[in-house]
């Protein structure tokens, strides 16, 4: 998978030679992706940029082709930083200033070059525990200027690795209980829970969207909480414009495939005052994700026995991304090559609703 990555990428670059040969690309522009890209080329390859290097980075950037951890990632992975065999502190340190913009405190140091020394962590793995820090956010934020549009989206992923007991009313006031929240279902192909694979869309989805200038809220950010439906709404209702909830579809028939969006019906008891943003909300989310993976649209299904779509009192979906019993939709939304994709899909659809 890897190796096909690498053809891929150098078939894209090799197309960009040729274009930028043929005067059709213009030069780089000077912006913040500009900008993020350039400083890679410092901070792990030690040299100045390239144009040709630098216009493909920053282009797929700007583009929304792959989110700043992942062009990080990029010069981390290249034959170049790779053919230098630095050491483990070298290598931490490298993580430290591209990442955290500093060099490293010994504590940190230490921890980082003892684990990898013992073989607990690899290079790869250690690389999500600094592009996941609120410091690379925030630094990327700060290339791209993104002072906030002045929308919250709140990202809900569905389910956890801890599922919350007991019951909750399906509406606010209402006497019918429903289990406060379920263990979700697990890829029959990928082995992989959906409590992780919402949360690593989440993750993905997050850093899309802030680094278009959201303000985003999580209702958790790992598994190892319980969270009930109804406190999942009412983080949710603490402040955000609008709720998107990750989920992924089961059933026993391997042939059902596609995505689904879910919002409560036009005629629901508690909160129908929602129900119009919601509808488009789910419209927009659905087509753009759809058209950006390829995954066939199962429409949108409005309905009221949702808890927590029947307690948000903002626009609010629950998006099922495909179904982890079809092999084809399985196989897909948990390779995570694919999640920033399906996460700039997702962010196109919230860009249509709010313009
Ligand atoms: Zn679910």
Redesign the pocket.
Known sequence: MKLKLLSLSLAIMLVFVLLVSQGRVSAATDDGYTGFSERLYTQVLGRDSDPVGLEYWSNRLRTHQISFADCARGFLFSQEFISKNVSDTEYVSVLYRTFLDREPEPSGLSYWTGRLGSGSVNRDSIIEGFSDSAEFRNMCASFVGSSSNGITVCIDP??SGVVASGYVPIGPGSSNMKLAD?S??RGRWSGVN?YVL?LQVANQLRAELQSRGYNVIMTRENGSVAVDCVTRARIANSGADICIRL???GLDDPSASGATAICIASDNPWNPQTYAGSYRLSTCILNSYCSATGIRSRGVSAQNNMTGNNWSTIPCVLF?MGFMTNRGDDLYITDQSNHQVMAAGIADGIDAYFS
């Open positions: 569905g389910h379920t979700g279902t959906e919402t989920h992924a579809d099922e």
